[in-house]
């Protein structure tokens, strides 16, 4: 039995998504994305199907990576990197609190697996020293 935590599980590659970050620096650089910015990556991109951009920007803008982005941000941009909007005080404030949520689950989840491997470990103690006798 080792100590360390087996990894976390990979996602599945979503290819819509990696098509974004390999062609439009804006989800490389995960900047805040322009409000309805979807209109125009279907534009630019009109065989890209619907439902995966969906998911694509679903899985893009809940990222902790981007909602940090969201949360300091002042500035929304279009694909191009050209300024589209603003990022209000009550987004950054809502992609603040949504990382906060997320590491506190996070924090209680660890908690948790640490107090189980204790426990798995005081058990295995017990179970050697009456296995003794």
């Not at 990576?65 to 929304?76: H, I, V």
Request: net charge positive; glycine share 4%; aromatic share 4%.
């Amino acid at each position: 039995m080792t100590d360390t935590a087996p990894a976390a599980p990979r996602r599945p590659k979503n290819t819509a998504l990696e098509t974004l970050i390999a062609t439009f620096a804006v989800f490389r650089d995960c900047q805040p994305l322009a409000i309805g910015i979807h209109k125009t990556i279907r534009e630019r991109l009109p065989d890209m199907n619907a439902s995966q951009l969906r998911h694509a920007l679903k899985i893009h803008t809940a990222s902790t990576r981007y909602l940090k982005a969201l949360s300091q941000g002042e500035t929304r941009f279009e694909l191009d990197g050209t300024v589209a909007g603003i990022v209000t005080p009550e987004q950054q404030k809502q992609a603040l609190d949504t990382l906060r949520e997320r590491f506190r689950k996070h924090a209680e989840r660890r908690k948790a697996e640490l107090q189980a491997q204790e426990h798995q470990q005081k058990l295995l103690k017990l179970v050697e020293t009456f296995n003794t006798r």
